[in-house]
């Protein structure tokens, strides 16, 4: 899926790694959070997806938002760089 310069993408791995500590449930907090669908644009432009494996197993749980790692996520501190990050964008 191509995506437009108004999108905040956010993509949860869902690999073994991550999956073991906790993407899921962190994957799940965001969409209920934001009321998105997985892998479909919202009205203000945020597009939730799972990811398979980003191969830095280490640092789990990765998560990317418009290209940047984030890794050690929880749910608080991936809200925080979702805001700081979609609210540039506006």
Do not use: W
């Given at each position: 899926?191509?995506?437009?310069?108004?999108?905040?993408v956010?993509?949860?791995?869902?690999?073994l790694?991550?999956?073991?500590?906790?993407?899921?449930?962190?994957l799940?907090?965001?969409?209920?959070?934001?009321?998105l669908?997985?892998?479909?644009?919202?009205?203000?432009?945020?597009?939730?997806?799972?990811?398979?494996?980003?191969?830095?197993?280490?640092?789990?749980?990765?998560?990317?938002?418009?290209?940047m790692?984030?890794n050690?996520?929880?749910f608080?501190?991936?809200?925080?760089?979702?805001?700081?990050?979609?609210?540039r964008?506006?």
């Amino acid at each position: 899926m191509e995506t437009n310069n108004m999108q905040t993408v956010i993509e949860v791995c869902v690999g073994l790694h991550c999956c073991m500590r906790g993407s899921y449930a962190i994957l799940e907090s965001i969409r209920k959070h934001y009321d998105l669908k997985i892998g479909i644009p919202s009205f203000d432009g945020m597009l939730l997806k799972e990811v398979e494996c980003m191969h830095n197993c280490k640092n789990a749980v990765s998560v990317i938002i418009n290209g940047m790692e984030f890794n050690n996520c929880s749910f608080d501190n991936i809200v925080k760089y979702i805001e700081a990050i979609h609210i540039r964008k506006r």
